[in-house]
T-cell receptor
Framework: DAKTTQPPSMDCAEGRAANLPCNHS???????VYWYRQIHSQGPQYIIH???NNETNEMASLIITEDRKSSTLILPHATLRDTAVYYC?????????????FGQGTILTVHP | DAGITQSPRHKVTETGTPVTLRCHQT?????MYWYRQDPGHGLRLIHY???????DKGEVSDGYSVSRSKTEDFLLTLESATSSQTSVYFC?????????????FGPGTRLLVL
């Protein structure tokens, strides 16, 4: 897995968009960018993934720069329940998929 | 939740005793994983399985063994528990999401070794 770098913590007001950055400057062409989050004491939860194109699902949007060296996870209308640790992971999938490397992530705190 | 359960959810044991944690899944997933999570280390892979009786080591496998005698169960055994194995243990499975597989995690087992 390519190394990823995330800010240790971020704050966001409830109802506003939360934009979580991730740098992955050494990502290889076959590595996807995955985002997971972990709410206190629970197992990590898959959010979204992408390769080159921007992606959107019911939880979030993922914006990947054209050079693929960085990405941003967007929670469009953050709620208090979005307070969690967010992990950005670069992984090639396939037989290597299972060996996910979880770094320290970003602690997102959503304030009322 | 991809049908993953872990048992027990909490356990307190003494140093030197064997401990077995169970991960059970109901959706016939091929790949299963055991991670541990400790403050300052994030999640680290202990062992994983890619089929019945097919297992391999992860990053922190010393002191742990696993078995998978049937698709639905993946067992993690601490042969002789030590205080350094006090941790939260998560099981995970791979689930297909179109172009890629993603991992779904169980609720975790909190283990305290005294």
């Amino acid at each position: 897995d390519a190394k990823t770098t995330q800010p240790p913590s971020m704050d966001c007001a409830e109802g506003r968009a939360a934009n979580l950055p991730c740098n992955h400057s050494t990502i290889s062409g076959n590595e996807y960018v995955y985002w997971y989050r972990q709410i206190h004491s629970q197992g990590p939860q898959y959010i979204i993934h992408g390769l080159k194109n921007n992606e959107t699902n019911e939880m979030a949007s993922l914006i990947i720069t054209e050079d693929r060296k960085s990405s941003t996870l967007i929670l469009p209308h953050a709620t208090l329940r979005d307070t969690a640790v967010y992990y950005c992971i670069a992984n090639a999938g396939g037989t290597s998929y299972g060996k996910l490397t979880f770094g320290q992530g970003t602690i997102l705190t959503v304030h009322p | 939740d991809a049908g993953i359960t872990q048992s027990p959810r909490h356990k307190v044991t003494e140093t030197g005793t064997p401990v077995t944690l169970r991960c059970h899944q109901t959706e016939n997933h091929r790949y299963m994983y055991w991670y541990r999570q400790d403050p300052g280390h994030g999640l680290r892979l202990i062992h994983y399985s890619y089929g019945v009786k097919d297992t391999d080591k992860g990053e922190v496998s010393d002191g742990y063994s696993v078995s998978r005698s049937k698709t639905e169960d993946f067992l993690l055994t601490l042969e002789s528990a030590t205080s350094s194995q006090t941790s939260v243990y998560f099981c995970a499975i791979n689930q297909d999401r179109g172009d890629q597989e993603t991992q779904y995690f169980g609720p975790g087992t909190r283990l305290l070794v005294l």
